[in-house]
């Protein structure tokens, strides 16, 4: 059921990641050709351009932490073994959500609320920055739900281990 719901997940962020880059080369592109060969640069192109940007380095670090692909969170886990590496990936996993909790989503949502409440736009396009600004608090929650998925996996994969372990000093 939980593996399920993770390659939901995962299929529907590739697509959504997918999706946000082609976006943000197409606009690239048209800024490009508008500024350089039509003589007369879009104004709107440099500001989606950034959002989709923000957009993409939110959700797109809390799928490469999934996916195990953030560097800055296995360089020190790779020089520890057997029990030691398993409470320092505990340890780096509850971190995580710590730190995702209480600046990406609380911080986030009230970005997100205080944005909203000032009705405040953005200069080019027009959209509301709570939009913009909700990319935070989604990471956010995506992060925790991945890093209790990396929890419940560390501790499996710990159990089985001990498990095998026990199995051979018995042997």
């Known amino acids: ?12 962020f590739r697509v959504l990641l997918a999706l946000l880059m082609a976006t943000m ?5 048209w800024q490009i050709v508008s500024r350089y060969l ?35 969170l296995d360089l020190i886990s790779a020089k520890f073994e057997g029990r030691a590496r398993f409470w320092h990936e505990v340890f780096v996993h509850l971190l995580v ?4 909790a209480t600046v990406l989503v609380a911080g986030g949502l009230s970005i997100v609320q205080l944005t909203a409440e000032l009705q405040q736009h953005s200069a080019a396009l027009g ?5 913009v600004y909700c990319s935070l608090p989604i990471s956010g929650v995506m992060l ?12 499996r994969a710990r159990r089985i281990d001990t498990a095998v372990s026990a199995a051979e000093v018995k042997s």
Do not use: Q
């Open 1 to 12: 059921m939980l593996s399920s719901l993770v390659n939901v997940l995962d299929r529907l």
């Open 25 to 29: 080369v197409l606009c690239v592109t």
């Open 38 to 72: 039509l003589g007369d640069p879009s104004p709107w192109t440099e500001e989606l351009a950034r959002f989709l940007l923000i957009w993409i380095g939110l959700l797109g670090g809390s799928f490469a932490y999934h996916v195990k692909m953030h560097l800055g």
């Open 97 to 100: 959500i710590f730190f995702a």
């Open 127 to 131: 959209v509301s920055m709570s939009l």
């Open 144 to 155: 925790i739900f991945y890093a209790v998925i990396a929890l419940v996996e560390a501790v």
